[in-house]
């Protein structure tokens, strides 16, 4: 039996592993900072977030209790939140059809 490709299912699972990664990558930086060790750069945390994982960011960071008063990076988590809201209310408004065309002929 051929199974064909399923793009949801691809996305959940992409969404499911980034996310876990995110939330570890926050704890194992913070076990790091906390043996004064080698660390996660916060572009690497951000990145993370970025790629789909902000759930998985914003979980670590509370549970871990990890980045919660660094302004200036709190301020770029919120920004990829704010971000990736944008482009998911956007585009299930306009049709993803429509969304990626607009964003190509931006493109150039």
């Known amino acids: 039996m051929e199974q064909s490709f399923n793009p949801l299912e691809w996305l959940t699972c992409y969404l499911?592993?980034?996310?876990?990664i995110a939330f570890a990558c926050f704890?194992?930086?913070k076990a790091l900072a906390e043996a004064q060790s080698g660390r996660i750069?916060?572009?690497?945390?951000?990145?993370?977030?970025?790629?789909?994982?902000?759930?998985?960011?914003?979980?670590?960071r509370q549970l871990f209790r990890h980045k919660t008063r660094k302004q200036p990076f709190s301020r770029h988590l919120h920004f990829i939140a704010v971000l990736q809201a944008f482009v998911?209310?956007?585009g299930s408004v306009m049709g993803w059809g429509n969304f990626i065309a607009m964003?190509?002929?931006v493109a150039g």
């Open 16 to 20: 499911i592993a980034i996310n876990l």
């Open 27 to 29: 704890g194992i930086d």
């Open 41 to 60: 750069s916060e572009a690497t945390l951000l990145m993370w977030a970025f790629v789909g994982g902000t759930p998985g960011a914003y979980a670590g």
């Open 88 to 90: 998911i209310i956007t």
């Open 103 to 105: 964003l190509r002929s």
